[in-house]
């Protein structure tokens, strides 16, 4: 972490939670939130669309940040089962989750499809997580840092800027796993991303552009990630579905 960019602790539920489990979960982070008062670091949670409305009004005024996990790059129209940016904004969203792993994975979405995502959640005025990271081959092979550098080039909008865009680099197989890469690797990694970020969008932007490790940070590994000079905060999967987990993680700020 660098003074001069605000920590940023984010839940992605995934698929899960239903009104019951779900809005107790959103209610707890909230509490939690509140509890600290003036925080020196956000929080944001990014409930499944099911859950969207409800968990907003579960963290109105709490200071809690509401996201969705995915979007269409669409204004609207015949996108059958598709939720646009205008929808998302409408239900108190700030943040969008792009180009996730298991969106990448699951639904075949490539650097162009996640950079027209992240393209339609800045023109709503909406602020994009760009996931990033390489499978455990890639890793083996030696390949990392090549397909961060591809990922950046094709799925980081040129008009990215400090205000509009974070940058989650999430290694695949780190996730769910309770597998992390090394602090080195990790701090080199961001390090590499964000001389990237530098290149393709200038020195301030990458300077001011938050930078989240996403896989496997639990309470036991946040604080030493969270420490490195390039980390900027957490994505987080399964801990973030325990509010003492998540809050913990926030403490580590
Ligand atoms: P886990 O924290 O469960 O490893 O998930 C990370 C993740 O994919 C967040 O987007």
């Known amino acids: 972490m660098t003074a001069s960019r605000r920590p940023l602790i984010a839940g992605n539920w995934k698929m899960n939670g239903l009104s019951g489990d779900g809005l107790t979960l959103a209610a707890a ?3 939690y939130y509140k509890g600290k008062g003036a925080a020196s670091f956000d929080m944001l949670i990014c409930p499944p669309f099911t859950l969207l409305g409800a968990a907003g009004g ?5 200071g809690v940040s509401l996201g969705a996990q995915d979007c269409h790059m669409a204004e609207k129209g015949a996108h059958t089962g598709d939720i646009s940016i205008a929808m998302l904004a409408d239900t108190g969203c ?3 989750i792009v180009g ?3 969106r990448r994975t699951d639904h075949g979405e490539t650097n162009e499809v996640v950079c027209a995502k992240a393209e339609a959640t800045n023109a709503g005025g909406l602020i994009a997580v760009v996931c990033i990271g390489e499978t455990e081959a890639e890793r083996d092979a030696g390949k990392t840092l090549d397909v961060v550098k591809t990922q950046i080039a094709g799925s980081v909008p040129g008009g990215a800027t400090a205000a509009n865009t974070v940058v989650a680099y999430e290694p695949v197989w780190a996730i769910g796993t309770g597998r992390t890469p090394t602090s080195d690797e990790v701090q080199d990694v961001h390090a590499f991303i964000r001389s990237e970020l530098a290149g393709k969008l200038g020195q301030d932007h990458a300077d001011g552009i ?3 490790y996403g896989g496997s940070m639990n309470p036991g590994n946040a604080k030493e990630l969270l420490a490195l000079a390039d980390v900027d905060g957490g994505l987080i999967g399964g801990a973030s579905l325990k509010p003492g987990d998540f809050g913990a993680i ?4």
Do not use: F, T
């Open 29 to 31: 982070v909230a509490d």
């Open 94 to 96: 700030s943040h969008v």
């Open 250 to 253: 926030g403490d580590s700020c």
């Open 58 to 62: 579960a963290i109105e005024g709490s």
């Open 210 to 212: 938050r930078l989240l």
């Open 100 to 102: 996730h792993s298991e």
